[in-house]
Structures are given as C-alpha cells and as structure tokens.
C-alpha cells in the first residue's frame, strides 16, 4: 500500500516561511495531478493549492495567493508547497493527495503552527 508522507512542518512566527515535501512511500507512484490541502482545529479540510501532472498548470486558495507557490519535480517524485508570510490563520494540519483526492492516500499530515 503507497503511503504519501509529508513533512517540513513546524512551528515559526508570523511572516516567517517553510517548505512542506510530499513523498510518496514508493518510487512507481504515478504521476497525477496533485494537491495540498489542510486542516485547522474545528475546520473542514480544505485545498490549499493543486499542480497539474506536469507542471502546466497551479491553483490556489485565495488567502494564500501571492505567498504560497506548489511546484514538483517529477524525476524524484516530490511535491512542494513553499510557504512565505505565515499568518496565524495558516494553522493547520496540512497533507498532500492526489487532485481530486484519492481517500486510500490520506496521509498523516504534518502540522504548521504561526504564532503571533
């Protein structure tokens, strides 16, 4: 069963940036659209940015244009999520998935807290 593993979360203070990568558990993954999604206390989860299989094409959240930019690199199977200008409304259990989401890829998630 391929696990998708995310990791780079942390805790950093408003204004301050982190990269997210997401893995998956094995190298023959196929190579999907694929999205970053997250999840806040309380809230339903949300996409946050989505990439086309080869890069033709990024959607984002509106809260987080201009400061969130999802990029891939294909050849070693990895998503990223770049995070500039942390807000505490950033908060969240963030994930990687397919695009749509696939629910047998849910993974654990790394979380991202911004204090203020």
């Known amino acids: 069963q391929v696990q998708l593993v995310e990791s780079g979360g942390g805790l950093v203070q408003t204004g301050g940036s982190l990269t997210l990568s997401c893995l998956p558990s094995?190298?023959?993954?196929?190579?999907?659209?694929m999205g970053w999604y997250r999840q806040a206390a309380g809230k339903q989860r949300e996409l946050v940015a989505s990439?086309?299989?080869?890069?033709?094409?990024?959607n984002y959240l509106d809260s987080v244009k201009g400061r969130f930019t999802i990029s891939r690199d294909n050849d070693k199977n990895i998503v990223y999520l770049q995070m500039n200008n942390l807000k505490p409304e950033d908060t969240a259990v963030y994930y990687c998935n397919w695009y749509p989401p696939n629910d047998a890829y849910w993974g654990q998630g790394t979380r991202v807290t911004v204090s203020s």
């Open positions: 094995r190298r023959s993954f196929s190579i999907v659209p």
């Open positions: 990439i086309t299989r080869h890069r033709e094409g990024t």
